[in-house]
């Protein structure tokens, strides 16, 4: 099994180009979640998607949106770009919302300049 | 407002001591805690967890504690090794309604030969 896959690992963007970040899981879950991790700093929450055709924001989802395409795929899209998007994403899964352990992707690495 | 949080950024321990890191929580509605090891340049993996009625949990070489008095939580790492160097996240879920983990800022575990 693969696990958690992301794709691209790396991106580098313009200011104000867009851009979909792809995540797919293989273990079944019914939850998968993005977020995002600053320099020295823990994740914060952007989106997540409870179950299959449910999504809603987390802590920072200002400049974001996601679509929860089957129960294995869960994108996020940036519309236009900014440098405070500058940041490594990462995407998780886990088999309910509540009380079990989230596996994390590997992480996509977006430089904004 | 609510958070998770870490009293020590980095931690340095030498080969073969015990390293203990600590987490304290504010939300008392949080029932379920897990802790996660990051290395560098990949994503978070899950080490072990604990639910709130439970005061301690053990796997291998690693043994979580969970004070609900003082809502504190700690990982203790047995023997440690220089493959334990990394970052050690605490995350929680804060109960009925909040369907994702919520993560600490991260403690820097450097383990010394």
């Known amino acids: 099994n693969a696990g958690v896959t992301q794709t691209p690992k790396f991106q580098v963007l313009k200011t104000g180009q867009s851009m979909t970040l792809q995540c797919a899981q293989d273990?079944?879950?019914?939850?998968m979640y993005w977020y995002r991790q600053d320099p020295g700093m823990g994740l914060r929450l952007i989106y997540y998607?409870?179950?299959?055709?449910?999504?809603d924001k987390g802590e920072v989802p200002n400049g974001y949106n996601v679509s929860r395409l089957n129960k294995r795929e869960f994108s996020l899209r940036l519309e236009s770009a900014a440098p405070s998007q500058t940041s490594v994403y990462f995407c998780?899964?886990?088999?309910?919302?509540?009380?079990?352990?989230?596996?994390f992707g590997q992480g996509t690495r977006l430089t904004v300049v | 407002g609510e958070s998770v949080g870490l009293h020590l950024p980095t931690l340095s321990v030498q080969e073969g001591d015990n390293s203990i890191i600590n987490c304290a929580y504010s939300?008392?509605?949080?029932?379920?805690f897990i802790w996660y090891k990051q290395e560098s340049g990949k994503g978070p993996q899950f080490i072990i967890d604990?639910?709130?009625?439970?005061d301690k949990r053990q796997g291998q070489r690693v043994t979580v504690l969970l004070n609900k008095t003082v809502k504190h939580l700690s990982l203790q790492i047995a023997a440690t090794q220089p493959g334990d160097s990394a970052v050690y996240f605490c995350?929680?879920?804060?109960?009925?309604?909040?369907?994702?983990?919520?993560f600490g800022s991260g403690t820097r575990l450097q383990v010394q030969p």
């Open positions: 998780a899964s886990s088999e309910g919302p509540t009380n079990t352990e989230a596996f």
């Open positions: 273990m079944n879950h019914n939850s």
């Open positions: 998607s409870a179950s299959e055709g449910t999504t």
């Open positions: 939300n008392s509605a949080s029932d379920y």
């Open positions: 604990i639910r709130s009625n439970m």
């Open positions: 995350a929680e879920n804060r109960g009925t309604g909040r369907r994702a983990l919520t």
